[in-house]
């Protein structure tokens, strides 16, 4: 590995990280609005 | 000269003092923070009593409120108090670099730039705030949207730096989450909710002080004027014990008035007096040393542990009645 590589793969590790992080948040996302919409819908009964 | 300049060792955006009479920042591009900056950008430990504070407000409101809706108004308390948190660092990046105890945050440690911290806590608030109104009911939102404004505009910006009651009036901030957790449940503000933002803000003082008292060098380092800065250790001690009678009368009020039972009322009575006690020993002692400042940390300890059992004490008065 040159010291070059070092950095760089240090970059791609911590954007996968934060790319994960942001898809495990997207998908919470959606579950709750669909859970908080039928809430809603039973509360409204 | 204070001069705050990229200190990152490896050319990222940051922050780092040095010297004491003026301020000018200037950043590099930084690589893309990790994930567990934004983390630290919410301070998550402060966010834990936040968020029991709130879902006790919640949970001893009148009226019951769906699972599904309760925990999203508590995760919008939560991630309000995070963006208010991370809009505080954002702004206080040269404080948090002069002073020990917070200069390894994202920010003055050099692993976030400063525009990504001011995206991501304008980002959050709204986000937070927009889920709470249409969860809940839009005056919780409300309120959730004016206690972040009230930290970040009022507290942090205006009062901070400027004197020594910053954390007088600034507490009322960190007094919000029980009405909003309230306000979540029932779309109304009453008289119990309000004797519960009462008792925080008047907690605050002797709290923060409790703390400012051993680390009133980092404090003076930064320039911060706190109680201990500008007017002493022993003027400290006095406004503690001071503070400390009306946040008692505010934490047992809601037995006499018939808000809650004996239940909340004798723990409340009895963690009031054991804080009494320890704000009359802080104000016994005369050291100036951290190292001598027993009696100081003790009180701090304890008053973290005294808001969580008399929230507590106030909830399991309400299942139990």
């Known amino acids: ?45 | 000269m204070l001069e705050l300049f990229n200190a990152a060792p490896h050319g990222r955006g940051g922050v780092v003092a040095k010297d004491m009479t003026s301020v000018s920042l200037t950043e590099t591009a930084a690589p893309p923070a990790d994930w567990r900056d934004f983390l630290a950008l919410t301070k998550p430990r402060v966010m834990t009593l936040v968020v029991f504070t709130g879902l006790c407000g919640l949970l001893t409101a009148p009226v019951s409120i769906h699972p599904v809706l309760g925990f999203t108004a508590i995760l919008c308390i939560a991630l309000g108090a995070g963006a208010a948190a991370a809009l505080n660092m954002w702004y206080e990046a040269d404080l948090d670099a002069l002073m020990k105890r917070t200069r390894s945050r994202p920010l003055p440690a050099g692993r976030m730039d400063r525009e990504t911290a001011l995206h991501f806590g304008v980002g959050l608030g709204v986000f937070s705030v927009l889920l709470m109104g249409v969860a809940t009911n839009w005056f919780a939102a409300g309120v959730l949207a004016a206690s972040i404004l009230f930290y970040v505009l009022v507290y942090t910006v205006w009062l901070k730096r400027r004197t020594p009651q910053n954390i007088v009036i600034g507490g009322a901030a960190g007094a919000f989450p029980p009405v909003i957790g309230w306000a979540a449940a029932t779309g109304d503000v009453t008289l119990l909710p309000l004797l519960l933002f009462t008792l925080i803000f008047l907690w605050t003082p002797p709290h923060f002080w409790a703390l400012s008292l051993y680390v009133r060098s980092d404090y003076a380092a930064a320039g911060v004027p706190m109680l201990p800065v500008v007017s002493g250790a022993k003027v400290t001690r006095q406004q503690i014990a001071l503070y400390t009678l009306p946040m008692a009368a505010a934490a047992v009020a809601p037995w006499p008035l018939g808000l809650a039972g004996a239940i909340y009322g004798s723990a409340a009575a009895g963690l009031s007096f054991v804080f009494l006690l320890l704000s009359l020993q802080v104000l016994a002692n005369r050291a100036t040393e951290p190292a001598r400042m027993k009696p100081e940390k003790r009180l701090f300890a304890f008053s973290i542990l005294y808001l969580f059992a008399i929230f507590g004490a106030l909830v399991l008065d309400r299942w139990l009645a």
């Open chain 1, 1 to 45: 590995m040159t010291p070059d590589q070092e950095p760089e793969d240090q970059l791609r590790a911590r954007q996968k990280g934060r790319a994960l992080v942001m898809a495990l948040a997207l998908g919470a996302f959606v579950i709750l609005l669909f859970a908080i919409s039928i809430a809603k819908m039973t509360v409204n009964q």
